[in-house]
Every structure is written in C-alpha cells, then in structure tokens.
C-alpha cells in the first residue's frame, strides 16, 4: 500500500503506540485523586505541558489545555472567546470545517461575524483584512498552513494588520498541519490561541491542545470537576498527553531533515504531473511541502481517488471532515470554478515516503487517463 493522505491522519510512530500501552497498562491513574501515584503523573503531565510550551514559544503564566482533539480545541478558543456579542469577529475563509461552522454557528446566534476572503495562492487577503479591522474586532482565527493547499499564512503579519487597528483582539491561529513540520513562534507572531493534533503527527487520535496565552481568559463551554484551569472539564487523559508529547519530540529531533525531504518529494511530484495537459496545480510553490492539491479538469476527483484506491494507492479528496460534501468550499474561494473543483485530489506526505511512492502513483494515474480515454 502506499499511503498520501497524511493530512487526514498518519500511522502512528511504533514508539507512541508502545507509549501509549505502557502508559494505560502501568499508569492508568487519575491524576485528579490525591494518592501519590496521581502526584506523580500529575507531575508528568505538567512537564508535558511546559515541553508544549518549550516548542511554540510560550512564555511563563501561559497555559496548554489538553484536548480530544483539534476540533475540541478550535471550539473551546472559539466559543469560550464569545463574550461580546456586540463586537466583531473575522474568520478567514480558508479555514477548516471545525472553524468554519463553528463561526457560522455563532451568526446564527446573532453575533457579528464577517468572513476574510483568501487569495487565488490560498493565503488570506492582507488587504482586505486591512480594510477589515477596526476597534470593534474582538476574535480574530486563521490557520497557520492550510489543510487543503498547504498555503501558509504569514501569521506575524497578520498580527501587525490587526494590532493596528483591534489592538485588544484575539488572535486565534490553528496550527495542526503546521504543528511538528514547521516552526511556531506563539510570541514572535503574537498568538494569543492555537490548536493543536495529535494525529497529524505521528500521533494517537482522540488527543489534541490548545496554547492559551496569558493575556486571556475563556469562558468555559461545559461544566464539570473544573479540570485544565476550569476550562476543560473531565479526566485528563494522561496516557493519550503523554503519547502526543512523544510524537511531538520525534518530530522536532528531525524537523529540518523531514522538511527537506518532504520537499524534494513535492518538487518531484511536481516535475512529474507536468506532462497531464489538464492539471492545475492549486498548491502554491512556497506553501508546506507536505499537501499537494492537484486540479484534474474535466475528471472527477472521487473517480480518480477510487482508481487509485483499487491499486493500493490512497489518496485525498480534500479535508477528511467534510469529503463527503460535493464540492470544496476552500477552492471555491480561491477562485476555482466547480467544474474544475470536481477534479480535485489532495496528495499528503510524512516521513515514510518516498519517490518510488511518487511513482507509483504517477503509474497508476497514467494507467487511468489510459483507460477513460479508450
């Protein structure tokens, strides 16, 4: 099998899965109980979330939440930023559906929100989020590297757009594709929120974070034993925490080799999907070389998925959260017309792979274009 869709989720590294076990086996205390055993992994799971804060930049009094997951972690900072219903707030409109219809949800309930338009290279619009901002913007979310393009925004200058003009706004920022890939800089680029995954990489899933600076205060969604500063209730999920910090040091002992190697794969790719006369490449040349969006025109992206699935080759169709709907919102709003959005596959790497894997796929692909043009 080769596997492409890593921006769905990846296999988990042997190590956390042994982690994990060993964890739930030998360690399966509530670190909520005031034994000693609890004590000490309380302690553990502490250290976990100064390591999270080692690795963003956070500084001292900012706090890390953790979570089920990143969709968890979008709604908490989203919701439990909602306290003024008379103010704005922008969300751009690249993000991903666990954003998206969160911020369509509070619309519904009468708050002010407005929508960032992203450009055709699928970054948001800095001009128009200039024209955006004023002392009314509260909340402010966009993501750090786009799940369905990889385009990453420029999220420093984002934060000087906005600070100029909504200096007490709250900048939001989801980082699970960027997360363990790239550098993250929560004080450099003045992120207040960030959300986190697991299963990005080389994670379990079921098990996310969210970065809160110090400077806010979320108001709780739910309500229970007050654990994760009142923010989060519910048993702590230690055995999952410590898993995800074990994935999280795997990657960043060789997050510049990972990168380059993800690159050159992407630039292979690249080079080899040139010869199809009807692909569009929606992913722009400085964007995360794990995600690759291919445009396939006058295909449709599901057919082409199946094809390659039936050879052993998987692939993406866009975010795994909503593949299921027609079309592709993030697309759309880059300018893509529908015709061209039904050929869209999305090509996701991590570490096992390879060109040979590039191969293939180029193989099975050509075999397809054999086939529907007999």
């Known amino acids: 099998m080769v596997y492409l869709d890593n921006a769905g989720t990846t296999k988990p590294y042997d190590e956390v899965v042994e982690k994990f076990s060993h964890e739930s086996r030998e360690e399966y205390f509530n670190i909520s ?46 919701l439990g930023s909602s306290q003024m219903k008379n103010k704005r707030f922008l969300f751009s409109s690249g993000e991903h ?3 998206y219809n969160t911020a369509i949800f509070l619309k519904s309930q009468g708050y002010n929100v407005d929508f960032i338009p992203i450009q055709r290279n699928g970054q948001v619009d800095y001009d128009a989020l200039d024209n955006m901002c004023d002392s009314e ?12 393009t990889g385009a990453i925004n420029d999220i420093e200058k984002i934060a000087h757009i906005v600070k100029a003009k909504s200096p007490k706004a709250i900048i939001h920022v989801d980082g699970v594709q960027a997360l363990g890939k790239i550098s993250i800089d929560v004080k450099k680029c003045h992120i207040d929120l960030l959300s986190m995954s697991s299963h990005k990489i080389g994670g379990l899933k079921g098990c996310g974070a969210l970065y809160v600076s110090s400077n806010v205060n979320l108001k709780p969604t739910y309500f229970g034993g007050g654990q994760e500063y009142g923010i989060r209730s519910g ?7 410590l898993s995800f910090q074990k994935a ?9 080799q990972n990168y380059k190697k993800a690159e050159e794969i992407k630039n292979y790719l690249l080079e080899r999907v040139k010869k199809y006369k009807n692909v569009i490449v929606t ?57 061209e959005i039904l050929g869209a596959i999305r090509i996701s790497l991590f570490d096992e792979n390879t060109k040979e894997h590039i191969d293939s796929l180029i193989s099975a692909l050509d075999k397809y274009f054999e086939k529907i043009n007999t």
């Open 97 to 99: 559906p666990s954003v």
């Open 137 to 148: 913007v509260c909340f402010i979310s966009t993501m750090l590297v786009s799940n369905e």
């Open 283 to 339: 992913s722009c040349k400085d964007g995360s070389p794990y995600i690759i969006s291919l445009l396939f025109k006058g295909n449709r992206g599901e057919t082409i998925q199946r094809f390659l699935s039936s050879r052993g080759i998987l692939v993406g169709t866009g975010s795994a959260c909503s593949s299921k709907k027609v079309g592709n919102r993030v697309l759309q709003e880059m300018g893509y017309t529908k015709d």
């Open 248 to 256: 999280l040091e795997m990657r960043m002992n060789n997050l510049e």
């Open 235 to 241: 048993t702590v999920n230690a055995s999952a925490v």
């Open 33 to 78: 109980a005031i034994y000693q055993e609890s004590f000490d992994l309380s302690k553990r799971v502490d250290e976990a979330r100064r390591y999270f804060l080692s690795i963003i930049g956070g500084r001292e009094g900012d706090r890390i939440i953790f979570t089920s997951g990143a969709t968890e972690a979008n709604n908490i900072a989203i």
